[in-house]
């Protein structure tokens, strides 16, 4: 079983930075294909980026204009944690953000692809 715990969020201002964190439980982290999601009330779950078990970094399509340049994702397998970087935050960022896991398997933006999800973190930006 795979324990995922977020932290990080809050209330920040417009043009405000900050840094999420996804920790993971167990020993095999870096077999762990790690996805970051948010989903804003009355919205569906979407994918913001992925870091593979290899290696791979996948920012979804579907965000591509909304957070190019300003979302990053992250990884240190030393630390069993996965980190999603956001600067120049925006009050359309406001949402509940997870992060997910699945096992030895590639990057997808499908949420239903990921096993296992954190409790989520709010992050609300202001005007």
């Known amino acids: 079983q795979v324990q995922l715990v977020e932290s990080g969020g809050g209330l920040v201002q417009a043009g405000a930075s900050l840094t999420l964190s996804c920790a993971a439980s167990?020993?095999?982290?870096?077999?762990?294909?790690m996805g970051w999601f948010r989903q804003a009330p009355g919205r569906e779950r979407e994918c913001l980026a992925a870091?593979?078990?290899?290696?791979?970094?996948?920012?979804?399509?579907d965000y591509a204009d909304s957070v190019k340049g300003r979302f990053t994702i992250s990884r240190d397998n030393a630390k069993n944690t996965v980190y999603l970087h956001m600067n120049s935050l925006k009050p359309e960022d406001t949402a509940v953000y997870y992060c997910?896991?699945?096992?030895?398997?590639?990057?997808?933006?499908?949420?239903?692809?990921?096993?296992?999800w954190g409790q989520g973190t709010q992050v609300t930006v202001s005007s």
């Open positions: 997910a896991a699945k096992i030895l398997q590639i990057a997808t933006p499908n949420p239903t692809d990921y096993n296992y």
């Open positions: 167990g020993r095999t982290f870096s077999t762990y294909t």
């Open positions: 870091y593979s078990w290899s290696g791979c970094v996948t920012y979804s399509t």
